[in-house]
Nanobody, 125 residues
Framework: QVQLLESGGGSVQAGGSLSLSCAAS????????MGWFRQAPGKERQGIAR????????YYADSVKGRFTISQDNAKNTVYLQMNDLKPDDTAMYYC??????????????????WGQGTQVTVSS
């Protein structure tokens, strides 16, 4: 089993920045990638960024490209999401997720094996 513990989030005005962290524990060697998803009220959970373990590679949704940066510290089994130039549309519950090595893993779909508890990000205009 893999456990994910998120930290960060909060409230900020438009144009501001926030940083999220996600620490993985447990059988982390089984993780193929880690990602960040978000879900606004009444909307589906959306994948916004992911990073692959062991190989270089990141993915960003168009809505956050150029503003958000995902990174990882393999020694700490931690993934970060730096969010700059935040907009009110970025307001959502943000979830860290990890996917194991399996067919169809690490897609844009919210079907990852492991999930954090979520942290709220609120951007005011």
């Amino acid at each position: 089993q893999v456990q994910l513990l998120e930290s960060g989030g909060g409230s900020v005005q438009a144009g501001g920045s926030l940083s999220l962290s996600c620490a993985a524990s447990g059988y982390s060697a089984s993780i193929a990638c880690m990602g960040w998803f978000r879900q606004a009220p009444g909307k589906e959970r959306q994948g916004i960024a992911r990073i692959y373990t062991g190989v270089a590679g990141t993915y960003y949704a168009d809505s956050v490209k150029g503003r958000f940066t995902i990174s990882q510290d393999n020694a700490k089994n931690t993934v970060y999401l730096q969010m700059n130039d935040l907009k009110p549309d970025d307001t959502a519950m943000y979830y860290c997720a990890a996917d194991s090595f399996r067919p169809g893993a690490c897609s844009y779909k919210a079907d990852y094996n492991y999930w954090g508890q979520g942290t709220q990000v609120t951007v005011s205009s």
